[in-house]
């Protein structure tokens, strides 16, 4: 294997590939880089066994193929101390030693042979399912999903972002039993499916989509997704199981409707959560015609602090009590000026909306389990 590539671009493809790379590997290769050269195109995988993505860029003056696994933190340490040159990359597959050269000097590397590299999971062609999907709706249903899914061993469900096709509409839904998010953005569907992604790899592709313009193939079975971008392609193993019936939990009928300014609301329940109690973090609010009362105190450090801020109301004088971390998650994940929050009573959750000037094409809600006040 020997090839001319831009240290910059090898760089690049590299650092993005290395987060999918776990620091407790079962597998020692798994510590490598697989670096497979045909045709002038390097494509180099990186996997975890439960997560693999493959990335590929042109090389220059290729003179032989190859393929060779190559140390994932070696490679790193050493493509970033150069500045951009061009980088010459030769692996000798008798004694597994990688020489990068450059326009003043050279250093070598061990690597291994690229054979026991795990081969990449193949989708059942009997049960698979495949769609096109923009990718501004992919990042938006993942950036607004993702902070709520769990870290739960008892129930692995939770621990990723659900993914709910039907005809025209594509649905994110996560949760961790505290919080809830549902993202409803319109795709190009006519199939009826859904599976959960773990978390991992969706803060991969969050990583990565930001830099794609172009559409995202998608392709999936009981077992795998596989994501086809430009340049990359990310298969994960799906997390197993039924997701929560999230409908159910959500409550139907909510008298009491608050709008108020997002920020202010959020910079508020910032300012008063400073002397909520550390064990529960626990933010009380009244709520009256006009305005809502934030309140929060620890009896064992003897402080306390409240603040009042205007708000629209329509509904009876109620008190409610919620997680200030969650309260704050919430709202720093809702990007507009000002957000609604639909009420029952107190000791049903809370519904948070985006306040859109006009009708947008997606829909989204946050819910928000209440906590008791004496807690």
């Known amino acids: 294997m020997k090839f001319v590539v831009s240290s910059t671009a090898l760089l690049n493809v590299l650092q993005t590939l290395s987060k999918v790379v776990s620091n407790k590997n079962t597998l020692p290769i798994l510590d490598n880089f697989l670096f497979d050269l045909k045709n002038g195109v390097l494509k180099i995988t990186a996997s975890d066994l439960e997560t693999t993505q493959i990335g590929s ?30 980088l010459t990359i030769e692996a000798n597959e008798s004694t597994w030693e990688i020489n990068i050269s450059w326009k003043t000097g050279k250093l070598t590397i061990p690597g291994t042979s690229g054979l026991s590299y795990p081969n990449l999971p193949e989708l059942k062609s009997d049960d698979k399912q495949g769609l096109t999907i923009d990718t501004g709706t992919l990042l938006c249903g993942i950036n607004k999903t993702i902070f709520a899914t769990a870290d739960d061993e008892m129930r692995p469900v939770m621990n990723g972002v659900y993914f709910h096709f039907e005809a025209g509409n594509l649905t994110f839904v996560a949760t961790d ?36 313009e172009e559409d995202i193939s998608m392709e999936f079975d009981d077992k795998n997704v596989v994501f086809k971008l430009k340049n990359s392609t990310l ?28 920020v202010e609301l959020l910079n508020g329940i910032r300012r008063v959560a400073v002397c909520s109690n550390q064990a529960t973090n626990l933010i009380k609010m009244d709520i009256e015609s006009g305005t809502i009362h934030l309140t929060a105190q620890d009896l064992d450090f003897s402080v306390s602090a409240q603040e009042s801020i205007p708000c629209e109301y329509e509904g009876d004088n109620i008190s409610i009590g919620f997680k200030s971390t969650f309260l704050i998650e919430i709202l720093s994940n809702i990007d507009t000026q000002n957000v609604l929050l639909e009420l029952a009573d107190s000791t049903r959750a809370g519904v948070f909306k985006p306040v859109y000037d006009e009708a947008p094409s997606s829909d989204t809600l946050m819910l928000l389990m209440p906590m008791m006040i004496n807690a």
């Not at 193993?237 to 997002?262: H, M, S, T």
């Open 57 to 86: 860029l042109q090389v220059e003056n290729m003179e032989e193929e190859g393929l060779m696994a190559v140390p994932v933190k070696l490679m790193l340490d050493s493509l970033k101390e150069f500045s951009e040159q061009p």
């Open 177 to 212: 039993a505290h919080k809830l998010v549902k993202f409803v953005a319109p795709a190009e569907t006519d199939i009826t499916a859904s599976f959960i992604l773990p978390k991992k790899p969706a803060n991969l592709l969050k990583g990565i989509l930001g830099k794609e």
């Open 235 to 262: 298969i994960c193993r799906l997390i197993e199981g039924n997701y929560p019936n999230y409908n159910a939990v959500i409550p139907a009928n909510n008298p009491n409707r608050i709008q108020i300014d997002r």
